[in-house]
């Protein structure tokens, strides 16, 4: 309902952190979404910095007009990725695929400079606070993201079973050890090539 409103009155991802908070302190579920681009370090050593913050800032313009068509909230970047939130985990992983394929497309017209992103979600009810979002969702997220391939988008079972019926490709990735996380967790790939 929130989402849906958002969206109507045009806020998307300038949903105010007050409206964020109002919704997670309300027991609301939050997806959480990670990118995180590969081989950061490595650009700036081979580019130098100047140009290696070209590369952020292409990664930055992708990710956020992914965000804004997709009608989540950044919360933050950092440094090698953006964090965002979204009221619908169908919103988010429809964001996390055209992330994807806008970095395809990317990649194509400049092979001498391709960014390539690793992207993790989850579901939950983190923390609001101080205009972030904290908790073992966000964690969980973080961690889900940096086992992704690059070019990969992967998931917790519980945004496979939020997507339940709505047209997403999942492929069973087993259960994984995540650091600082006592169980392990099972993870899903989502599918975004389009075969044929």
Known sequence: MVAAINEFLGLGEEMTTGARAALTEAGGLVTILFTDMEGSTVFTQRLGDAKAQEVVRTHNRIVRDA???CSGSEVKHTGDGIMASFASAIRALE???AIQRA???HNEEHPDTPVRVRIGLNAGE???EEEDLFGTAVQLAARICA???RGEILVANVV???AAGKGFLFADR???ALRGFE???RLYQVRWVEEG
């Open 67 to 69: 965000l804004k068509a």
């Open 126 to 128: 983190p923390v609001a």
């Open 183 to 185: 169980d392990p967790v």
């Open 160 to 162: 496979r079973e939020l």
């Open 147 to 149: 086992q992704a391939e």
């Open 95 to 97: 964001c996390a695929i």
């Open 103 to 105: 970095f395809a497309q």
């Open 174 to 176: 087993g259960e994984v």
